[in-house]
T-cell receptor, first 113, second 114 residues
Framework: AQSVTQLGSHVSVSEGALVLLRCNYS??????LFWYVQYPNQGLQLLLK??????LVKGINGFEAEFKKSETSFHLTKPSAHMSDAAEYFC???????????FGTGTSLTVIP | GAGVSQSPRYKVAKRGQDVALRCDPI?????LFWYQQALGQGPEFLTY????????KSGLPSDRFFAERPEGSVSTLKIQRTQQEDSAVYLC????????????FGEGSWLTVV
């Protein structure tokens, strides 16, 4: 079975500071891992995905995530936060192509000017 | 179409009323998912189709919820005798193995039961 744990339901950072959103997964098979972002009153948008090609994955808007098998983690980072990054971020795991996707509970990012 | 399209975007239903939510997936996408997202929560899985076959409906909260995809493209999520606890955003998503298993979401149908 697959599951995802996002540590910290709310994260606040100053504009220009490092963003770190934590995600740990549980999977009995090599996982497919994703980060999605949800801006207020909007749908879910893919930030980036890991599909075993490379452990460091770069996504849109300057975000990246590193797959660490030994730590079963897939933390999301961005070197410098921007006001427009304020949103809800979801870590998602799937085991097989086209199979069910499991969502974390989400982390709400606030950027302080 | 260019993306997953859902309708209606907003629906207010009186308690006890039946509602139908429509999803047009990305053309050619075999897999289609329905999720329920309550206010302040993450999406919760409802059901999953591969073409017209409903392979998993374990997330449907009660027998008042029913989903279909008769021709393997458009899907409808039906909720009978709506209750206040059904108020949520209903998200549809589709995916294709040829696109690296990425799921693409629609903007959701916001259901409010009064």
């Amino acid at each position: 079975a697959q599951s995802v744990t996002q540590l910290g339901s709310h994260v606040s950072v100053s504009e220009g500071a490092l963003v770190l959103l934590r995600c740990n997964y549980s999977s009995s098979v090599p996982p497919y891992l994703f980060w999605y972002v949800q801006y207020p009153n909007q749908g879910l948008q893919l930030l980036l995905k890991y599909t075993s090609a490379a452990t460091l994955v770069k996504g849109i808007n300057g975000f990246e995530a590193e797959f660490k098998k030994s730590e079963t983690s897939f933390h999301l980072t961005k070197p410098s936060a921007h006001m427009s990054d304020a949103a809800e971020y979801f870590c998602v795991v799937s085991d097989l192509p086209g199979n069910q996707f499991y969502f974390g509970t989400g982390t709400s990012l606030t950027v302080i000017p | 179409g260019a993306g997953v399209s859902q309708s209606p975007r907003y629906k207010v239903a009186k308690r006890g009323q039946d509602v139908a939510l429509r999803c047009d997936p990305i053309s050619g996408h075999v897999s289609l998912f329905w999720y329920q997202q309550a206010l302040g929560q993450g999406p919760e899985f409802l059901t999953y189709f591969q073409n017209e076959a409903q392979l998993d409906k374990s997330g449907l909260p009660s027998d008042r919820f029913f989903a279909e995809r008769p021709e393997g493209s458009v899907s409808t999520l039906k909720i009978q005798r709506t209750q206040q606890e059904d108020s949520a955003v209903y998200l549809c998503a589709s995916s294709s193995r040829t696109e690296g298993n990425t799921i693409y979401f629609g903007e959701g149908s916001w259901l409010t039961v009064v």
